[in-house]
């Protein structure tokens, strides 16, 4: 149906058999564009097939001469809506092929581009389409956007207090404990090897009564 009504929009606000009206046929995934007089013809495209509002909207044209040397100056072309005066107005150099512009509507409906240029005299062709809605809402999209822009914030600060943070000192290393220090010392009460133990009762001498003379 967004097809289809871009295929229709292709004849409002302009006669059927205008000789400025370039005719849009839907394709695929893209508007073919063809218009041709006695002197020129021009073919292109506007590519995606659906435009819609504020995402790219590229417009490709070739224009041929059917006597006399091929066209190699610029040409003009200007996005606006429908019934507005004004619009996005580029000059664009012929490239290796073609000439090759990209736009982005900032409204939905009908809109129109036109694309001038001089040969033997000055010409302006139109071409009618309409611009739809863009697939996310532009509040939901500016929402994201700004949810993104806080997080590259925070990140930023977070790292900035990080480099700023003086260094922690490291702990000093333990103390190296050699094998032989872990052996427990004998008990002071042990007898040492080699020595004449010392009966308990041999400590002290004994009391003995005087014996009578």
């Known amino acids: 149906m967004l097809l289809a009504s871009s295929a229709e929009a292709q004849g409002l606000g302009a006669p059927q058999d205008a000789p400025d009206r370039i005719a849009i046929e839907p394709r695929e995934d893209l508007l073919e564009l063809a218009w041709s007089d006695t002197e020129e013809r ?41 019934g507005n005066i004004h619009g996005k107005t580029l000059t664009v150099p012929r490239g290796e092929r073609h000439w090759q512009a990209t736009f982005i509507p900032e409204t939905t409906g009908l809109h129109r581009l036109d694309v001038s240029f001089r040969t033997t005299h000055y010409k302006a062709l139109h071409a009618a389409f309409r611009v739809e809605d863009s697939r996310v809402p532009r509040m939901v999209g500016w929402g994201l956007l700004g949810l993104c822009a806080l997080g590259l ?49 041999a400590a002290a001498p004994e009391n003995k009564p005087p014996e009578p003379q």
């Open 153 to 201: 914030i925070g990140y930023t600060v977070r790292h900035l207090l990080k480099e700023a943070r003086p260094a922690e000192p490291s702990p000093a290393p333990a103390p190296e404990v050699s094998p032989a220090s872990t052996v427990a010392s004998p008990p002071a009460e042990l007898a040492t090897p080699g020595a004449d133990p010392t009966p308990a009762d």
């Open 42 to 82: 021009l073919q292109g495209s506007i590519h995606p097939a659906v435009p819609r509002e504020g995402e790219p909207l590229q417009v490709t044209i070739q224009l041929g001469s059917f006597q006399g040397a091929a066209f190699e100056g610029p040409i003009t072309l200007t996005l606006r809506e429908e």
